[in-house]
């Protein structure tokens, strides 16, 4: 994460001092004096880093304004974090989560700081080959460990709705699209065509990220290993091989579309092959079918993708897209579909001829 100037903050003077206020209410501190910082990161909830006297904490809050009553779920971005606090998957320490609108405007929570590594770049510019081969086995030991948690245990039993994961999330964004579509992709409207009957047997149930990515896990400032694991906005219980299989679409997407690793000499580098990091995975969480069956799930996490970056092309040509670049970004739904109609058919001739 990179920072701004506190300047930049859109909260004033009166509520850091409610907010310091409220803190020392809470036992979370000893002193009301608070220096914040604004942290950038792409994060479309408000994240600052905060001072109070020598402790270092981060603020993480709803934006102000008229939202979508599903979007911005701080309250759950507390909850799993928290419930998972003691368990093989790394996450900050949760300190307090607070709905009172009077302290800053909008819900909030506070965790403690840490201070480590996030890389953008998959190929980990800077690393040696082995601390690269050390860095993508951890990260594959945090989602595994992720999704051997047992929801009802850690109090997750209701995170989300269970079962028929991928039907249920290939309907809704076919339907997006087919609302709302004025450009038609061919690929993306032969994968709504072809998903809905090819989804294999098992119908799992787990906790997940949602959106999975090296630069959502937070590394070490030295030592190759993972410190936690952030942005969890999208977070719900759903198939662990949905999951999994988004956050292997960078070994298939060349560097020059976006954030990927595709045709690049991994060996050189020092990262595992996609084949290896998915033996890792199905080793360590017993899930077989993730080899039978992997090229459907590339195939629906290439759709599921192209469909929210066209759905933001979608905004943008109505002028109503948040990021300046939000047209750059949406040109890149019509080659992820090419690439997950490629692994459709890919699918279709191993297990459907």
Not at 67 to 88: F, I, N, Q, T, W
Not at 222 to 249: N, V
Request: hydrophobic letters at 40%; one cysteine or more.
């Amino acid at each position: 994460m990179s920072e701004q100037d506190p300047t930049s903050s859109a909260l004033d003077a009166s509520a850091w001092q409610r907010l310091g206020e409220y803190l020392v209410d809470q036992g979370v501190t000893s002193t009301a004096s608070v220096q914040a910082t604004l942290l950038t990161g792409g994060q479309s909830n408000p994240t600052y880093r905060l001072q109070v006297g020598l402790e270092q904490l981060v603020l993480r809050k709803k934006p102000a304004g008229d939202l979508l009553p599903s979007a911005h779920a701080v309250d759950r971005e507390y909850r799993v974090m928290k419930a998972l606090a003691g368990s093989a998957v790394p996450v900050p320490e949760m300190l307090v989560f607070c709905e009172d609108t009077t302290v800053i405007g909008t819900p909030f929570y506070i965790m403690r700081f840490l201070e480590g590594r996030i890389f953008f770049d998959q190929t980990i510019p800077g690393a040696t080959p082995a601390d690269r081969t050390a860095i993508y086995q951890d990260t594959n030991r945090v989602i595994a460990a992720l999704h051997s948690v047992d929801p009802a245990a850690v109090g997750l039993a209701d995170y989300g709705r269970a079962g028929n994961y991928f039907a249920r999330q290939i309907n809704r964004w076919s339907r997006q699209y087919l609302e709302n579509h004025t450009e038609r992709l061919e690929s993306l409207e032969k994968l709504i065509d072809w998903l809905p009957s090819r989804v294999p047997p098992g119908d799992e149930v787990s906790i997940v990220h949602g959106d999975f990515r090296l630069d959502n896990v937070m590394l070490h400032s030295s030592d190759p290993r993972a410190i936690a694991l952030l942005d969890w906005e999208l977070s719900t219980l759903g198939h662990p091989l949905a999951d999994f299989s988004y956050h292997c679409m960078s070994w298939h997407i060349p560097p020059s579309l976006w954030r990927g690793i595709g045709g690049l000499d991994l060996k050189a580098l020092g990262i595992p092959s996609e084949a290896d990091y998915v033996a890792q995975y199905v080793l360590a969480t017993g899930l077989t079918q993730a080899e039978v069956h992997w090229d459907f799930y590339l195939a629906y996490n290439f759709f599921r993708i192209s469909s929210i970056l066209y759905g933001i092309g979608q905004r943008a040509r109505q002028g109503t897209a948040a990021a300046s670049d939000a047209l750059e970004t949406a040109a890149k739904a019509g080659p992820l579909a090419d690439l997950g109609w490629h692994y459709a058919r890919r699918y279709q001739q191993k297990h459907m001829s």
